[in-house]
Structure formats: C-alpha cells, structure tokens
C-alpha cells in the first residue's frame, strides 16, 4: 500500500520553521511520495487513512541510538553516575556478554519503542566490534531494522585504543587496529551502504570518540578514507566538561576548534551530544554545517548538561534530535525526546529557548539533514511518504488551544495511530501487527535474566 489519502487531520507540523512549519488538509500519496497536499477528495478506489483528531508529521528521525543497550536498562551499579563511571560500569563491563541472541532482543526492545513513539529512521551508533564474536553486530542491526520497515544508518563505531574511565582501568573497551577497522567498514559499506537519495540503508564511519577513542594522528587518516568510501562520519562529542578538559590540558584548544584542525569538521559530519561547546564552536559548527545529534535524556539522567541547541540553531547550524543508548536514559522514546529538548533549555534560563514547530523540525528536517537522506524530514509535495500520525485522544492532550503542537509539549507517551516508510506503513492503528509485545516483554526478561547471572 503506497497509495493513499491522509484525510481530517488536526493539523499538519511540517518539519519546517517559521509561516511554513504548520499546514492544513489532506495529503495524497502516490507510489511512496507526497504527491499533493489541499483540500483533496478521494479518488475511486483510493484508500483512505482516517486522520481525524490527530496531528500528522514527517516520520520522527532518532540520530544517535545505541539499540545494544536496550536491555541494560536501570542497572543499578550505574543509576547515580556520572559519564565516566557509567560507561565503564555498565556499556564497557557488559559488552563481553551481549551475545547474538541478547542483541538482537535489545535492537527489538529498541526500535519497537522507537516505531511506537513515531520514529521512521533511526541511526544506530554500534562500537563495540572486536573479533572475539562470533557474529556480527552489523547485520543484527540491519536485520531488525529491515524486520520493522524503518530507514537504517549504521554509524559504524570503533576504537584503536582503550582508556582509563573514572581513573580505573578494570574495564576495557575492544579495540582493532586503524587497518582493521578501516577494511572492516569499508567491507560492511559495501554489503549495505546505499548510497541512492532516497536510501533506506547507510553506513557511515564512526569511531566512538576522537579524543579517548584514536591516536591524534589518525584523526586525518580516518576522515580521508571516510571520504575515499563515500561514508559521512559520526562520533560523540563534548557530552560534558571531560572533553574539553582533556583537549585543552592536551592540545590547549577546545574540542571543536582541535577537531577544525584535523579536518574533522564538515556538512557531512554529526556529533552527538556537544552539551560543552562555547559561543566560538558554536560559530564554527554552524559555519561549517556540521550537524548535532541533541540527546537531552541522556545528558540529564547522566548529569552532563544542557547543549545549546537553540544557539547553534540561531547561528544558522543543524540540530537534530536523539534518544542515546538505553542504558543512560530509561525512556529512549522520541516523545520524552521531544519534550525535554523543549523544556530542558527553559528550566536552564536559556532565553532563546526554542518554539515546539521548531524542536519538532529538528527531529524530522534536522535529523534528515545530519544523516545526509534529502528526501526525508518534511511534510511536502515530492518528499518521500515518511510520515507519523499522531493520535490526540488521551486526557493528556484535552483542554489544549493549540492542539497541533502536543506532541512536543505534551508529548509523554506519543500515540501513533499510523505510521508510514515510502508509503509502506511501521505502525497501523496504534500497533506493530506483526510484533508480538507480550512475547518481546518476556524475551527482554530472559535476557536482563541471563545478564544479571554473569558474575561481572
Ligand atoms: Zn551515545
């Protein structure tokens, strides 16, 4: 089904800003494209998709995830961490056990929540390969995605060195040589990258972090050989004052302006994160259109901050939205997403605090943007039918003037009533059909079961 008309809406946020970024009517479909936009009547045999009382968006873009973290939810050695100690008590003390099978369950866990909350693309950043598995994560995470309908960009991450966390050392990430890694996402590019505009499978080159993760001379070898495959490239970036701490003890400049240096900078270059970035980085970043994958979950359940998003967006910079790994934010659904990257910045004062059509167009135009897929992120006559239909018809959202902007400030649970990729549908009145949510909770509880029996 790639032909249809969306009709009765509420109304339509258009992923746009400004006059542009809410619009009324119907939304007609042809073969997987947004063909017309109006007061439209159905044609004969033309299936329609009831809209009433709902608001219609472009399908939500989650930029930066770590689905492997899906059932290392709430453990509890790392609930009142901070950054360093969180990741090296839990992602860096559990990698050696995320098996196949505990992979996958978790990229399920994951992208279900994701599709139930009205994400049609979603890009995983996976770093922990190492050739003690006996499986590959790669295709774990396209096999799921392609079991779901959703787009895919594997931000395939990696490191050639280990690290000291919070001073201790007893936990180690797997590393690979920079040959290693290079040829491994350059074989991994060539089974999946697509490099079409309209793409539903991408790869980009992602080592973990440039600082903790890669020899300083490295840096311009991997953004090269990342241009050579066509990839862009993906990393975390400034999550909290850590960064910069360490680049200006090192390299006395600030994260940003050291990457500039290295080339590591570009439009088709998105960090995550970047919470400590000062009013000069934030000139570069959006002078050089490199994009930010804002992750407010993560960095508020972890202590790190409140990224300025609405300063990179006034610069004229590209700000996208994401949920982060699981492990770091029990809630990694887009509507809490959207809620705090509303919010967030008002309780911090920040008093260029973003409108709600705005933080919803970075979670569609933004998020499309920083992962290079042009036809994606707005709601327009020859962009491709990703689109979510968000129900309105929970108390949550009665008694509002304005329903049309609910889903950012009301967000909560989001409830989609519909959901579609290319016009082919994710979710269909309200459910996955062909996911069974009761067996996926018990498969999620053998796994967290099994892990909780490893003496770690
Ligand atoms: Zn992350």
């Known amino acids: 089904m790639t032909n249809f008309l969306i009709k009765n809406a509420e109304g339509i946020l258009t992923g746009k800003i400004g006059q542009e970024a809410r619009a009324k009517g119907d939304i007609r479909v042809r073969d997987g494209v947004i063909a017309e936009l109006g007061n439209l009547e159905a044609k004969p045999g033309e299936k329609v998709i009831d809209a009433g009382g709902c608001v219609v968006t472009p399908g939500l873009v989650n930029s930066h995830h770590h689905l492997f973290q899906s059932c290392l939810k709430a453990v509890p050695s790392g609930m009142n961490e901070t950054l360093a100690a969180w990741l090296r008590l839990v992602p860096v003390t559990h990698w050696p056990y995320v098996d196949e099978d505990v992979m996958r369950v978790s990229a399920k866990v994951g992208m279900a ?25 790669s295709e774990v995470l396209f096999d799921v995605a392609g079991d779901f309908g959703t787009r895919f960009v594997l931000a395939r991450g990696s490191a050639t060195k280990t690290r000291k966390y919070d001073g201790d050392n007893s936990a180690s990430v797997p590393t690979e040589s920079l040959e290693q890694m290079l040829e491994s996402v350059a074989a991994t590019a060539q089974r999946w990258h697509d490099p079409a505009p309209d793409s539903m499978r991408r790869v980009a080159l992602a080592p973990t972090t440039p600082t903790f993760s890669v ?8 953004r090269q050989a990342g241009r050579d495959m066509g990839l862009r490239l993906h990393s975390h970036l400034s999550e909290n004052k850590d960064y910069a701490n360490y680049t200006l003890a090192n390299y006395k400049m600030r994260p940003v302006h050291w990457l500039a240096e290295h080339d590591w900078l570009g ?9 400590d970035i000062d009013e000069s980085e934030v000139k570069v970043l959006a002078e050089t259109g490199t994009g930010m994958s804002h992750c407010p979950q993560a960095n508020a359940r972890l202590g790190s901050g409140i990224a300025p998003t609405a300063a990179l967006h006034a ?24 809620y705090l990257a509303f919010a967030l910045p008002r309780a911090a004062n920040q008093n260029i605090a973003s409108r709600a059509e705005t933080v919803l167009s970075w979670a569609t135009a933004g998020g499309g ?16 039918a990703d689109i979510a239909i968000f129900d309105l018809d929970t108390p949550r959202y009665f008694g509002q003037h304005d329903a049309v902007i609910s889903p950012v400030i009301s967000a909560g649970d989001l409830s989609v009533r519909h959901s579609f990729v290319q016009g082919r549908p994710l979710v269909e009145n309200g459910k996955i059909p062909w996911l069974d949510l009761t067996e996926l909770r018990h498969e999620a509880r053998r796994v967290v079961e099994k892990l909780k029996s490893i003496e770690l």
Request: net charge negative; charged share 25%; glycine share 10%.
């Open 369 to 384: 943007k920083v992962l290079g897929l042009d036809t994606i992120g707005t709601i327009e006559v020859g962009k491709s």
């Open 267 to 275: 439009e088709d270059v998105w960090f995550a994160h970047m919470v």
């Open 113 to 137: 929540e994701l599709v139930l909350s009205g994400a049609t693309t979603v890009s995983d950043h996976h770093y922990f390969y190492s050739d003690r598995y006996d499986y590959d994560p």
């Open 215 to 222: 020899d300083i001379g490295e840096l311009k070898e991997i």
């Open 315 to 338: 610069a004229g910079g590209t700000v996208s939205l994401a949920v982060d790994g699981a492990a770091a934010n029990e809630a990694a659904d887009m509507g809490t997403t959207l």
